[in-house]
């Protein structure tokens, strides 16, 4: 399940913030 978030690029820039 987190690997389709991850993939849909949404969640890398909110983790890097």
């Known amino acids: 399940i ?3 978030l991850f993939a ?6 909110q983790l890097e913030e």
Do not use: M
């Not at 849909?8 to 820039?13: A, F």
């Open 8 to 13: 849909d690029g949404e969640v890398l820039p």
């Open 2 to 4: 987190v690997v389709d």
